[in-house]
């Protein structure tokens, strides 16, 4: 009996051992050239990952799906993707048919790192608009499911659309994760690592920014 009972424990272990390893298999990140950019001749960008990191390794995606990768002891299947249009025309994005890729993804963890390159928000009005735009776009991301969500505020930090992206958050019951203090600190610029001939790319989180943002997503996670 007692042998029985052993054997039960140990397997009833071993299950949630695995299922905790699998929880999160698929990942989505979605945000703007801080998460992916391509080759673009005319700013001297030659990347295809987030801007300005020195690797594709050492942007935050990479490190953050390192890191997800070492916890579990196996690389989840990852997608990434670069939605800066809807940073810039939030209000009526049709997601549904613009992101169908990534809802049909079904992703176990989703990462939101928008916000820097959404029009200032001058008005209550304004800053209401966005955070709904951000709750539609998160509940079509969760696709019926129960994934983690976490939304992370602007590396450049600005109250409006950092408090927008907050209540949104809250509102798919996600975890945010405040980064506001790291554009504060000049050595986390790319600017601050390598010189750049466009003042655009220089102004992206070098190695040590994207490091910190790094940290601060796997922080957060549950």
Known sequence: MKT????????????????QASAQTKVLFLGNSITKHGPKADIDWKGNWGMAASAEAND??????????????????????NIADFERAYAGYDVP?????????????????????VPALKTA?????????VTTLLNALKAGKKPIILVRSCFWANA?????LSLA????????????????????????ERPYKHAGVANHPGD?????????LLKAFP
């Open 160 to 164: 409006a659309k950092d408090e927008a």
């Open 60 to 81: 935050y995606v990479h490190l953050v799906t390192k890191g997800l990768t070492d916890k579990a002891g196996a690389a989840p299947e990852v997608m990434v993707k």
């Open 97 to 117: 048919a613009k992101l169908k890729e990534a809802i049909d993804f079904h992703a176990d963890l989703i990462i939101l790192a928008i916000g820097e390159n």
């Open 169 to 192: 958050c809250s509102a798919v019951e996600g975890v945010y994760v405040d980064i506001s203090t790291l554009g504060k600190d000049e050595s986390n610029y790319a600017r601050s």
């Open 208 to 216: 040590k920014g994207m490091a910190a943002i790094a940290a601060a």
């Open 125 to 133: 009005e304004d800053k209401a608009k966005l955070q709904a735009s």
């Open 4 to 19: 029985s009972r052993r054997f039960f424990f140990v397997a009833l272990a071993f299950i949630c051992m695995a299922a």
